[in-house]
């Protein structure tokens, strides 16, 4: 159980260009979603959060009108990187986990953008 | 804000006991989890710890002390297939978590 999916695993798109990353749980309705972003060898550092019908919650120094988080039902989220540029590129990835159990969260496998 | 401090590396050969030790500082501190994060691949959850104390599963262990804000994973009888990142993350009453730097964890034959 506990299976999320994500997609693309990569993209490739040009400066200036939309992407679009859906985030899905397969196997439960997940209250909470959170997006990641992680550099080689790195960390995960948490972009924002993603509660089912409301507005998602960003963390500090990262551009709500940039990362556009929707977070339509209990098992899709969907992050649109607007207006990317080679900056942007990175591994970005989602988790899901139930409601007050933020401790255990299940990740997709994540997508690899690269903007050229 | 929160903070975490992991060793950046260990190795450890096949067959061994490995300790990786996580300390924090947090307000609203809710409990410590741990997650694995093989090269290229997403985290997966290992453990969780709210309480003090110790939490077995299978080969990991992991161990909690509220009043030293330090925790610990500790995985026995390592295989190869462990090396891997593994990090330890602190989950608050806010309802998110903030991971740690993450440990290299390399097995040697």
């Known amino acids: 159980g506990a299976v999320v999916s994500q997609h693309p695993s990569r993209v490739i798109c040009k400066s200036g260009t939309s992407v679009k990353i859906e985030c899905r749980s397969l196997d439960f309705q997940a209250t909470t979603m959170f997006w990641y972003r992680q550099f080689p060898k790195q960390s995960l550092m948490l972009m924002a959060t993603s509660n089912e019908g409301s507005k998602a919650t960003y963390e500090q120094g990262v551009e709500k009108d940039k990362f556009l988080i929707n977070h339509a039902s209990l098992t899709l989220s969907t992050l649109t990187v607007t207006s990317a540029h080679p900056e942007d590129s990175s591994f970005y990835i989602c988790?899901?986990?139930?409601?007050?159990?933020?401790?255990?969260?299940?990740f997709g496998p994540g997508t690899r953008l690269t903007v050229t | 804000g929160q903070s975490l401090e992991q060793p950046s590396e260990v190795t450890a050969v096949e067959g061994a006991i490995v300790q990786i030790n996580c300390t924090y500082q947090t307000s609203g501190f809710y409990g410590l989890s741990w997650y694995q994060q093989h090269d290229g691949g997403a985290p997966t959850f290992l453990s969780y710890?709210?309480?003090?104390g110790l939490e077995e599963t299978g080969r990991f262990s992991s161990f909690l002390s509220r009043s030293d804000s330090y925790g610990y994973l500790l995985l026995q009888e390592l295989q190869m297939k462990d090396s891997a990142s593994y990090f330890c993350?602190?989950?608050?009453?806010?309802?998110?978590?903030?991971f740690g730097d993450g440990t290299t964890l390399t097995v040697k034959p």
């Open positions: 988790s899901a986990s139930l409601a007050g159990r933020s401790y255990e969260q299940y």
């Open positions: 993350a602190v989950s608050t009453n806010a309802g998110k978590s903030t």
């Open positions: 710890n709210g309480l003090d």
